[in-house]
Each structure stands twice: as structure tokens, then as C-alpha cells.
């Protein structure tokens, strides 16, 4: 495993020199430390990625969709209320099964936003669209 054992003047101290330490991306060998994983930043970029669009193909999908009910939102509601019906969000894509959170008022009546832009169902498939204000 190790190749030699090497006693360092300076630092008074013994390390290992690593004879079989590959790289994780493109297993050539490493040289240099130890503890050092892999060849090069751009093997170490390579990995990395591959490790997080694997992790994050998911919340990429759900963050699309509610990004895109977003801009549907704001473009149906310029002026921070407006009134607009079902087939029409529909028609625009929107999704009604994704929103961030929700608000209740105290009449019960509860409001779903897709982050500052939301709307409240009405009667008849009608929906009253909001802005939400920042405290």
C-alpha cells in the first residue's frame, strides 16, 4: 500500500508516500499528498457534478414547475389583483398540484402561493390572484 516511510527535517515528523491511490474520476495515479483524491480540479469538477445532477434531478423538476406557475402568476396579475378562470391558467400551463406554501385567513378562506405570486379559489372555477406583501 505504501511505498516508503519518509522523515520530514522541517516538520519533525514521518508521512507515507502512496503507491496505490487513484484518482476517483479518471483513475490515473495520484501523486502529491496523501489524502489527496483526485488529479487535477477538472476531475475533481467532473465528479462533483455527476454526484449533484444525480441528487438534484428531482428538486430541479418540482423548482421548473414552480417557477413556471410563477411567471404564469405575475403575467395574469401585473397590478398585485386580478381575477382570471381555471381553463385560462390551464390553458397557460400551469400546475395546480405545486405551490410553496400555503396562508389561511381567519374566515378560513386559504390562499396557495407559488413563492410571492398566489391566488385564492373562488366559486364556479374562478381564482383571485395576490401578491404577497414583504413585511
Known amino acids: 500500500m505504501f511505498s516508503s516511510l519518509k522523515y520530514c527535517e ?3 515528523v514521518f508521512y507515507f508516500r502512496c503507491m496505490d491511490k487513484f484518482c476517483y474520476e479518471c483513475g490515473t495515479e495520484i501523486k502529491g499528498r496523501v ?3 483526485f488529479c487535477d480540479d477538472s476531475c475533481r469538477s467532473a465528479f462533483n457534478n455527476k454526484i449533484n445532477n444525480e441528487n438534484n434531478a428531482l428538486v430541479k423538476k418540482v423548482n421548473k ?3 413556471k406557475n410563477r411567471t404564469i402568476l405575475f403575467a395574469l396579475n ?3 389583483k386580478a381575477k382570471t378562470n381555471k381553463s385560462h391558467l390551464m390553458r397557460a ?3 395546480f398540484e405545486y405551490f410553496t406554501h400555503t396562508y389561511t385567513t381567519k374566515e378560513g378562506k386559504t ?3 407559488c413563492y410571492e405570486q398566489g ?3 373562488l366559486e364556479n372555477d374562478w381564482y383571485f390572484l395576490v401578491v404577497r406583501e414583504e413585511n
Do not use: H
Open 10 to 12: 522541517s516538520n519533525r
Open 35 to 37: 489524502d489527496k483524491k
Open 65 to 67: 414547475i414552480l417557477r
Open 78 to 80: 401585473p397590478d398585485g
Open 93 to 95: 400551463g400551469f400546475n
Open 111 to 113: 390562499y396557495y402561493f
Open 119 to 121: 391566488y385564492l379559489p
